[in-house]
């Protein structure tokens, strides 16, 4: 089955950097990588998702790059703010299977 | 439109009773899913259910725990014989349609505390 790795576990970043969380996964049919964002206790929200058929994707200070040879793909984040502090998650899915397959999270702490 | 909603937002159960977790969908959605999430980790699936059919039940335990969605009313997830282990977060997440085209939006979650 589908094992997605993430990196680094946590990260910190002064507020206005950029920040960049990459993940892995294994299975070569996976299709659709989303990222949520998942503040304490609250429920995980999706922040930016991408297809297997796209290289690219940006929403504004948000983006995401999948790289389907080497099978890695990478969430960036540009001119970071406190706000942005949260755990980050990647995701892979098989649309053959229709279930998400989580990385284990990247702390992101942004200080002002 | 209101969101994903789950309920209820916590529960505390003693070890050997039943846990039932309720979810109900996006307006429009007909896909439900459950993950469960233990502290400091990642969410795990666990089932993908339409109305009134199991799809994909690979991530769940074999006993003790069941789901079901029916043609009316919410999903639920059921726990029986709860074991202090079964304490974590489970989260219930909808979608209009199959993934890719539909995202999977996630509720609040239920926070369950075995004692």
């Known amino acids: 089955g589908e094992n997605v790795e993430q990196h680094p576990s946590t990260l910190s970043v002064q507020e206005g950097d950029s920040a960049v969380i990459k993940c892995t996964y294994s299975d070569s049919a996976s299709n659709y990588f989303p990222w949520y964002k998942q503040e304490l206790g609250k429920r995980p929200q999706l922040i930016i998702d991408?297809?297997?058929?796209?290289g690219e994707k940006k929403d504004q200070r948000i983006a995401v790059t999948l790289n389907k040879t080497a099978k890695h793909f990478s969430l960036h984040i540009t001119e970071t703010q406190p706000e942005d502090s949260a755990v980050y998650f990647c995701a892979a899915l098989n649309t053959g299977f229709q279930k998400l397959v989580f990385g284990t999270g990247t702390r992101l702490l942004v200080s002002p | 439109n209101a969101g994903v909603m789950q309920n209820p937002r916590h529960l505390v159960r003693r070890r050997g009773q039943e846990a039932r977790l309720r979810c109900s969908p996006m307006?429009?959605?007909?896909?439900v899913y459950w993950y469960r999430q233990l502290p400091e980790e990642g969410l795990k699936f666990m089932v993908y259910?339409?109305?009134?059919?199991?799809?994909?039940e690979s991530g769940m335990p074999k006993e003790r725990f069941s789901a079901e969605f029916p043609k009316e009313g919410p999903s639920i997830l059921r726990i029986q014989q709860v074991v202090r282990g079964d304490s974590a977060a489970y989260f219930c997440?909808?979608?209009?349609?199959?993934?890719?085209?539909?995202?999977?939006?996630f509720g609040p979650g239920t926070r369950l505390l075995v004692l």
């Open positions: 259910l339409q109305k009134e059919n199991i799809i994909d």
């Open positions: 991408i297809r297997s058929n796209v």
């Open positions: 307006k429009g959605h007909s896909h």
């Open positions: 997440a909808s979608s209009p349609r199959q993934a890719p085209e539909g995202t999977q939006y």
